[in-house]
């Protein structure tokens, strides 16, 4: 094996990401859109996922201005050929793939018995299905790697939020992939990591699954109680400089995740007046 190669075993002083390829779903906007352009200033090359290919244009645009490498792929992850289709586009292009993350992903705003069917395949589709598909083709080439698999997760994958239902439990099942993958791979070298994101300032594009399974605007978040968004990246991409398997990203998601050993009924309730006070 060569040592240069192996992406666990750079000299300190050599950038981890540096000629390192990097597939990131729903790097359109928001969060997978700043992981793109931090990781391509870290000199990693860029495959970029969506399903609006020119607002994935405009992005790889941004990229290519910056001296960076960067392809796009457009599609929705829910469909498994189009996530064997990323992989092999990545692979055809670059010829190895070092990082998959796992980022995109829709929310809901309503309680179970206003949503329409539709929303729940959805939600499971993009959510679960997607990442499910992107992981399992994109495996055997990390492996190789001896690379890096992240899931973005949320809060919402540690207790459940009102109004989130489906949500919840595609970010929960998330937890139940990583552990899963993270021993299936132990010994091959690869890392898995995922992120429990907290409330993060939202693109100001950002739509959610309507009740009716169409997407609608979702409102903007006040800027008090949110991460700001480069922060969130930052902390996802030293996630994986450093091989952590699992972070709890903003106070009150750690406040949650050790409040959930001691009380879930206490979680409970600091989540209903949380969630009162974003609804106000
Ligand atoms: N923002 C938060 O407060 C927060 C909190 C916790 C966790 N998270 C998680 O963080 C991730 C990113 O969130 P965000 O706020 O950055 O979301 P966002 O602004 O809505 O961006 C989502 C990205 O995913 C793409 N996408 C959506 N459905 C897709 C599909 N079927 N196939 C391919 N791409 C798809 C979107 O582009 P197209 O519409 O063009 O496909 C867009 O690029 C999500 O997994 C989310 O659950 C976010």
């Not at 495959?47 to 790889?60: H, S, T, W």
């Not at 495996?139 to 001896?146: A, E, G």
């Not at 990203?249 to 206490?266: D, E, M, T, W």
Request: proline letters at 4%; one cysteine or more; hydrophobic letters at 40%.
């Amino acid at each position: 094996m060569n040592n240069r190669e192996d992406f666990t075993l750079r000299p300190k002083s050599r950038p981890v990401f540096d000629g390192k390829v990097v597939i990131i779903t729903g790097s359109s906007q928001g969060i997978g859109r700043e992981l793109a352009i931090q990781l391509a200033q870290k000199g990693a090359k860029i495959v970029l996922n969506a399903r609006n290919q020119a607002k994935l244009e405009a992005v790889q645009q941004e990229i290519l201005l910056m001296g960076a490498d960067v392809i796009a792929c457009a599609g929705d992850i829910s469909d498994q050929d189009v996530c064997e289709r990323l992989v092999n586009t990545a692979l055809q292009h670059y010829g190895r793939i070092d990082v998959l993350i796992n980022n995109a992903g829709v929310g809901i705003q309503n309680p179970m018995e206003q949503l329409q069917p539709i929303v729940l395949r959805k939600v499971v589709e993009v959510n679960l299905l997607g990442s499910l598909y992107c992981t399992y083709f994109a495996l055997p080439h990390i492996k190789r790697s001896k690379g890096s698999i992240m899931f973005i997760g949320s809060i919402a994958g540690i207790h459940g939020v009102p109004s989130s239902n489906v949500y919840a439990a595609t970010k929960m099942a998330l937890t139940g992939l990583a552990e899963s993958l993270r021993l299936e791979t132990h010994s091959s070298g690869v890392h898995i990591g995922i992120a429990y994101l907290g409330f993060t300032q939202n693109d100001p594009d950002k739509q959610h699954i309507g009740p009716d399974g169409n997407l609608s605007p979702c409102p903007q978040r006040d800027s008090s109680m949110v991460s700001p968004v480069d922060k969130v990246a930052e902390g996802v991409i030293r996630m994986i400089e450093t091989r952590q398997h699992k972070r709890v990203f903003s106070g009150l998601g750690k406040l949650l995740f050790y409040l959930n050993r001691i009380s879930p009924q206490l979680v409970s309730r600091i989540l209903r007046y949380q969630l009162s006070r974003f609804e106000h």
